[in-house]
T-cell receptor, first 113, second 113 residues
Framework: DAGVIQSPRHEVTEMGQEVTLRCKPI?????LFWYRQTMMRGLELLIY????????DSGMPEDRFSAKMPNASFSTLKIQPSEPRDSAVYFCASSLYSNTEAFFGQGTRLTVV | DAKTTQPPSMDCAEGRAANLPCNHS???????VYWYRQIHSQGPQYIIH???NNETNEMASLIITEDRKSSTLILPHATLRDTAVYYCIVSYAGGTSYGKLTFGQGTILTVHP
């Protein structure tokens, strides 16, 4: 397996534009997580899914953020409209069970100007 | 989830053992101790986890005190490639209630020649 695959690796967009980040988890993994990393706040869990169902989205900063998992092999994190303070590295991770290791993707570096 | 306390930074000579401490005095009986690391610009990487017994894998050893209030991650023969931020995380991982992996500031381990 190629691991967790995220796209794009880098995204630069203008304030107010819609941004969509994509993630392909490891095949067979039941859990998928979206994290955000900034210098100020470190790594924050935004939302996680179990069997494609969102379980906990308490970390989603505001209504501008939304995440979907239409099937077991694909998830998106959308920001609409984007703001400069959304600039961060966004990581997707997946795990087989709840008490096993989580595998992280390489991240998407988002810059909103 | 219980809070963890780690030293902000540590140094280690190449080839020597690196011992990274973590305090988690408020850990509850059903919470696991996880260790992850993040090498610059990469996604976090799982190292090891345990409940109450000491654990060892090909990467490291995890020593958990009998009262479970602290633990030590041991990298037996540190190399330059082990330079990274090391995160100690305490999380419940039972059943369908996945405990969030809440990342703190971690310990910056620098391995020098």
């Amino acid at each position: 397996d190629a691991g967790v695959i995220q796209s794009p690796r880098h995204e630069v967009t203008e304030m107010g534009q819609e941004v969509t980040l994509r993630c392909k988890p490891i095949s067979g993994h039941d859990y998928l997580f979206w994290y955000r990393q900034t210098m100020m706040r470190g790594l924050e869990l935004l939302i996680y899914f179990n069997n494609n169902v969102p379980i906990d989205d308490s970390g989603m900063p505001e209504d501008r953020f939304s995440a979907k998992m239409p099937n077991a092999s694909f998830s998106t994190l959308k920001i609409q409209p984007s703001e400069p303070r959304d600039s961060a590295v966004y990581f997707c991770a997946s795990s087989l069970y709840s008490n096993t290791e989580a595998f992280f993707g390489q991240g998407t570096r988002l810059t909103v100007v | 989830d219980a809070k963890t306390t780690q030293p902000p930074s540590m140094d280690c000579a190449e080839g020597r053992a690196a011992n990274l401490p973590c305090n988690h005095s408020t850990i509850s009986g059903n919470e696991y101790v996880y260790w992850y690391r993040q090498i610059h610009s990469q996604g976090p990487q799982y190292i090891i986890h345990g409940l109450k017994n000491n654990e060892t894998n090909e990467m490291a050893s995890l020593i958990i005190t009998e009262d479970r209030k602290s633990s030590t991650l041991i990298l037996p023969h540190a190399t330059l490639r082990d330079t990274a931020v090391y995160y100690c995380i305490v999380s419940y991982a039972g059943g369908t209630s996945y405990g969030k992996l809440t990342f703190g500031q971690g310990t910056i381990l620098t391995v020098h020649p």
